[in-house]
């Protein structure tokens, strides 16, 4: 079985100071890992996503994410915070082969950059 | 905006009534998905079509009967809900479900009230 956890529910970072969102993942075999976003009244959107090679990957927006294979993490990150990245996060895990073909989707956290 | 169009946006059902969800991708995708999102859980997948084809069903009560005419268009046909069905129903799209690297393309949701 495959899973995700996001530890925190909330986030509350001040405008132009750095945000990291956290992501760990249990999975059998090597993951693909997604984040996504989700403002008010509307769906999910793309972010980034590591799928293979450097473990650092960058996104939308100006967000990265690290993936840590021995600490099996993948968290987002971005330098400096704006208020318009106050949203919701949602990080996702599947597994290439097997009869796991869902996305596993994490509970979400939800970011709050104060002005 | 994503390319994938749901509508409506909001409805409000009584338990007895009988009502349907759209969903429509504009991307040239050959998958299309159901989710649920209700508040404080992680996203349900609930249907999943590939080519045309349901290839999951995740234990989905009854009451929800999807529909996929063609690889454009969705549907999920709603009778006799209940009140714990009220939640954010979410389409997503991606090119293939067999190839777990490509990101999912998500619309803006309808909004269920079960009342």
């Known amino acids: 079985a495959q899973s995700v956890a996001q530890p925190e529910d909330q986030v509350n970072v001040a405008e132009g100071n750095p945000l990291t969102v956290k992501c760990t993942y249990s999975v059998s075999g090597n993951p693909y890992l997604f984040w996504y976003v989700q403002y008010p009244n509307r769906g999910l959107q793309f972010l980034l996503k590591?799928?293979?090679?450097?473990?650092l990957v960058k996104g939308s927006y100006g967000f990265e994410a690290e993936f840590n294979k021995s600490q099996t993490s993948f968290h987002l990150k971005k330098p400096s915070a704006l208020v318009s990245d106050s949203a919701l996060y949602f990080c996702?895990?599947?597994?290439?082969?097997?009869?796991?073909?869902?996305?596993?989707f994490g509970s979400g956290t939800q970011l709050t950059v104060l002005p | 905006e994503t390319g994938v169009t749901q509508t409506p946006r909001h409805l409000v059902m009584g338990m007895t009534n009988k009502k349907s969800l759209k969903c429509e991708q504009h991307l040239g995708h050959n998958a299309m998905y159901w989710y649920k999102q209700s508040a404080k859980k992680p996203l349900e997948l609930m249907f999943v079509?590939?080519?045309?084809?349901?290839?999951e069903n995740n234990s989905v009560p009854s009451r929800f009967s999807p529909e996929c005419p063609n690889s454009s268009h969705l549907f999920l046909h709603l009778h006799t809900l209940q009140p714990e069905d009220s939640a954010l129903y979410l389409c997503?799209?991606?090119?293939?479900?067999?190839?777990?690297?490509?990101?999912?393309?998500f619309g803006p949701g309808t909004r269920l009230t079960v009342t």
């Open positions: 997503a799209s991606s090119p293939l479900v067999g190839q777990g690297f490509y990101e999912q393309y």
């Open positions: 079509y590939n080519f045309k084809e349901q290839t």
């Open positions: 590591y799928i293979t090679g450097d473990n």
């Open positions: 996702a895990v599947r597994v290439p082969s097997g009869s796991a073909r869902q996305l596993t």
